[in-house]
């Protein structure tokens, strides 16, 4: 109960909902990954490119290309799929 002034002969009630559902969430299941996909799609967004490398700024910017090539590779092979927020339990006891 509250204490609060309502400008009432009642005093006001206060509750709370509390959701034990979780909201879902999406993950990677790097078990379940397109390897075949992943080498695939790796090899056509660098292939064999030359380029030159002279100072610190061109590694950079070469590790970059390299390293979003990996990760679009990797997502395309490897779809997110949508966990839900609640584990089940299968009997037995909880502790």
Known sequence: ???ADTMS???QIEFSLINDKLA???RCNIKRTDWDTYETELNCSVGIWIGRVRTHDDIEYE???LNSAILEAYYK???E???SGR???LGGTRS
């Open 1 to 3: 109960m509250s204490d």
């Open 81 to 83: 799929r949508r966990i």
């Open 63 to 65: 590790l970059t290309k």
């Open 24 to 26: 879902p969430t999406r």
């Open 87 to 89: 584990k089940r339990f």
């Open 9 to 11: 002969d009642h005093r």
């Open 77 to 79: 092979a490897c779809p």
